[in-house]
């Protein structure tokens, strides 16, 4: 399996795109958010992906950066499902809010004979808290992050060797979340900016976690390999660099701070 960063970063980045990734199996693709805006699809397009193939999407939460680019996967599908141009279903799973987000918005912004083909082929999937979902033949389990800006969920992927990877969404790890990212193999967190730069990127007040945090939460669970994203893009250049100079004070597994459009295998 491979993962691939279609952004890194925070909702107000200018010098990269905002966070959201796709995994990549067997010539099946699992699309977690999709940014800010019809930006999405030129990453999808720079990453070597066909929009049209991505049949499985999943979004954490309501917040403009994470849900924008899903509106415009939306009218694309529609668009060519009303032509008779795209072939078979699609599937976008999140929790109850998103999911009910997703249906006004559709039938306030798309044409009636568009979103026609939502729950007919189109299919918008609530899940909820511990709910398991198979999907491109792997066990998600999706899961409530308790955040307390708004209601987001993360999943738990079971891989090959009794693996997992795990996503906390884009907040700090919680103990709510232990069951899932404990002993996780890939673990997937925010961190907003260097803890050394705290004082000018503001990351508490934004209910975000520094690479310092990010990385002793990871050492605490027992991960083996942390990926951080969701960062501020003032230190984009040499981020990587800086990120792990940071963080391997910290942490003691693998640690990956992909830019966008790089892939990992996992």
Known sequence: MQLTMLGTGHA????????????????????????????????????????????????????????LGIVWMMRR?????SRGEYSGEARIYSHDEVIALL???????????????????LHLITVSDGEAKIINGRKVTFFDICSTKTKQFGFCMELDNNRKLTCCGDEPYTPCEEK?????????????????QAD??????K??????????????????NLLLYHTEDRNY?????????????????QLWIPDDLETVTL
């Open 237 to 253: 250049a040499n981020r990587k660099k800086l990120y792990t100079e940071e963080g391997k004070k910290y942490f003691s597994g």
């Open 12 to 67: 107000a980045v200018t010098e990269c795109y905002n966070t959201c990734f796709v995994l990549k199996e067997n010539k099946k693709y699992f699309m977690v958010d999709g940014g800010g805006g019809n930006a999405v699809l030129c990453q999808l397009k720079k990453a070597g992906f066909d929009w049209k193939d991505i049949k499985e999407i999943f979004v954490t939460h309501k917040h403009i950066d994470h849900l």
């Open 77 to 81: 599908i529609c668009h060519l499902m």
């Open 200 to 205: 000018i990127f503001a990351p508490y007040e």
């Open 207 to 224: 209910h975000h976690s520094t690479v310092k945090d990010a990385c002793e939460a990871a050492e605490r669970l027992n991960v083996q």
């Open 180 to 196: 899932y990212a404990k002993n996780s193999t890939w673990l997937l967190h925010e961190a907003f900016c260097l803890s050394s």
């Open 103 to 121: 249906r006004d918005m559709a039938d306030k912004l798309l044409l009636k004979k568009e979103t026609r083909f939502i729950d007919e082929r």
